[in-house]
């Protein structure tokens, strides 16, 4: 594909330290030369021998594609192939140092390529804020290129100005392997414009048509997300489309079981080599996270790399999990790959035992892509931070996930835990229907998690997947927060049931409101009233847009919603509350 040498993001903040920030960018070209300018003196030509230049190291994204459901750029030539096609993109990373605390720096990028300048604007940047310090944050999830999400991030600059981060709970894109649903489709949200106030959405409402640019946040401000459902790819394929691929995830174990029917031929003798190939192979042929794991540069933990970490920011120590699982349909049917089954079986098959069916089509329900139940690599982790000085010690305790603990959306059901599959069978024992049921008590977020942030004092928890706002507050005082509703709502059930499975009730969790108890907060400034007259308690629309935004100075959180069907209307602050201080306890420990 020919290109015109271009930027093709602006650049944008990453893991910042007491010192330092890191400094990302991407091109559509390897290049001989990226770097990052920086110093006082950057916006004053003639003082500007004085500030310091930091060179990138650069990296080529490995499954970044496109297909025939990409839109795509002028300057990217359409595929006329059923197949996707390889899309070359360029990862560039400086790491600015020396840096003073509390000092904002301005800064600017370049890319040479065969000669040709590229240079971007001049944002700012700062190192890690230290303790005390006053800080904006905002509180994002679930974009996915919808429809309002560039009116909802233009509407949070002009409404709180510059933050000073973003945490994101997950669900960037739609697709992550589909690179223009990061960096160019062509209808304008896609995920980095709209971060970067480079976006052109037209959004029409009532017959008027207004163009949103997003909001110019992560060059200046650093970015710490977390893995929801669709930041994971299924079963890797040269052939099928990426849409496809996305569905197509399996579970690790059953990819497991499957290895060794193929490897006998092809094992490699040396056993680091095989164990290698062993993984690399099971990955192809369940899900991977690595078009994720390549674009962006977060804290680590020793068991769970980028998935799942903990990082102080300020007066912040927030932790972050890997809490999702796939995305199935509720309903059944003979060829369809659902939460609560997988295609039937013929009758002519007369199997009576599973290993008998073709499995390779199943999608094996709801399945969760990293244990976290007691026990798991994840909880172990868990509960060591929960003990750890840093997180004892910080004035704000914060957990964001991806998957809610309390909602009333339709996606928390059913319970958060792993199938239990079960097989229907007539009078001869032969197999009718694969069936899969979530029992309620175990619930892996309720039964094994909650306990042990309630016992560690967090006093946040922030979550999305629903498309809704709605927040809740436990007896001891920890707040939960789903602020997903940025662009598109799929509906809130606090009288009307969701979909559920034809089984019984313990397969589902509760049809009607929060399945997990708490009852959800009415918005304590200007809640939204139904037909009736009565305050709702969640904002669950297609044309009002909400954002959330942590101010730690008071430890407040305001929810704010933006009327697109009105462009020139205010943004109306509709819900506050204050995080409390917690004592220092330490956190359960569960045997």
């Not at 973003?166 to 894109?173: N, T």
Request: net charge negative.
């Amino acid at each position: 594909m020919a290109v015109t040498p271009r930027l093709l993001t602006d650049p944008f903040l990453q893991l910042p330290t007491p010192t330092s920030i890191r400094v990302v960018w991407f091109t559509e070209f390897p290049g001989s030369q990226h770097f990052v300018t920086y110093g006082p003196n950057l916006t004053t030509p003639a003082e500007k021998s004085c500030d310091r230049t930091v060179m990138a190291t650069s990296s080529q994204l490995s499954r970044t594609r496109e297909d025939q459901k990409s839109h795509l750029n002028s300057q990217v030539v359409d595929l006329i192939n059923a197949r996707p096609e390889e899309r070359q993109i360029w990862r560039h990373e400086a790491i600015v140092n020396k840096l003073t605390p509390g000092v904002r720096v301005p800064y600017q990028v370049t890319s040479v390529q065969d000669e040709q300048v590229i240079t971007s604007r001049v944002f700012s940047l700062m190192a890690q804020p230290t303790p005390q310090t006053a800080l904006k944050i905002l509180l994002t999830s679930d974009h996915q290129l919808k429809p309002l999400v560039s009116a909802n991030l233009q509407k949070v600059v002009e409404t709180v100005g510059a933050v000073d981060a973003v945490f994101f709970a997950g669900d960037l894109v739609n697709i992550p392997d589909r690179a223009s649903e990061w960096f160019d489709d062509n209808r304008g949200g896609a995920f980095f414009p709209v971060l970067q106030g480079r976006a052109a959405y037209k959004l029409e409402k009532q017959g008027q048509e207004t163009i949103y640019r997003g909001g110019e946040i992560i060059q200046h401000a650093p970015l710490f997300t977390t893995i929801g459902n669709h930041e994971v790819m299924g079963r890797f394929s040269i052939e099928n489309s990426l849409s496809s691929q996305f569905d197509d995830a399996v579970p690790r174990a059953i990819a497991s079981a499957r290895y060794p029917e193929q490897a006998q031929s092809n094992q490699p003798a040396d056993d680091s080599t095989g164990s290698t190939a062993r993984a690399a192979w099971i990955k192809d042929h369940s899900f991977n996270t690595d078009t994720y794991e390549e674009i962006f540069t977060l804290p680590t933990s020793e068991t769970g790399g980028k998935t799942y970490y903990a990082v102080t920011f300020g007066d912040i120590r927030l932790v972050v999990l890997y809490a999702t699982s796939i995305w199935r349909v509720p309903e059944i049917g003979p060829e369809i790959r659902g939460k609560y089954s997988d295609p039937v079986p013929q009758p002519s098959q007369q199997a009576k035992e599973l290993s008998q069916l073709d499995q390779d089509a199943w999608g094996y329900g709801q399945h969760i892509f990293e244990p976290i139940a007691q026990g798991s690599k994840q909880y172990q982790w868990l509960q060591q931070e929960l003990n750890s000085p840093e997180f004892q010690q910080a004035k704000y305790k914060v957990v964001m996930l991806h998957h809610p603990l309390h909602s009333l959306g339709g996606n928390i059901v059913p319970p958060y835990t792993d199938p239990i599959t079960v097989s229907d069978r007539a009078p001869d024992s032969t197999i009718q229907a694969i069936r899969y049921e979530y029992p309620r008590e175990s619930n892996y977020l309720i039964r094994d998690v909650l306990p042990l942030l309630e016992a560690a004092g967090v006093q946040l928890v922030f979550y999305g997947h629903c498309h809704l706002w709605n927040r809740f507050v436990s007896p001891s005082g920890m707040h939960f927060l789903e602020t997903s509703n940025v662009g598109n709502s799929y509906g809130a059930y606090l009288e009307q049931p969701r979909p559920t499975a034809p089984s019984s009730d313990s397969a589902t969790g509760t049809a009607i409101g929060n399945p997990n108890g708490l009852a959800p907060v009415v918005p304590t400034i200007a809640p939204l009233k139904d037909e009736n007259g009565r305050s709702l308690p969640y904002l669950s629309s297609n044309d009002l847009t909400a954002f959330s935004i942590f101010n730690t100075a008071d430890g407040t959180v305001s929810s704010y919603y933006f009327d697109t069907r009105q462009p020139q209307s205010s943004v109306i602050k509709f819900d506050e509350f204050q995080l409390l201080q917690t004592s220092t306890t330490k956190p359960a420990t569960q045997s």
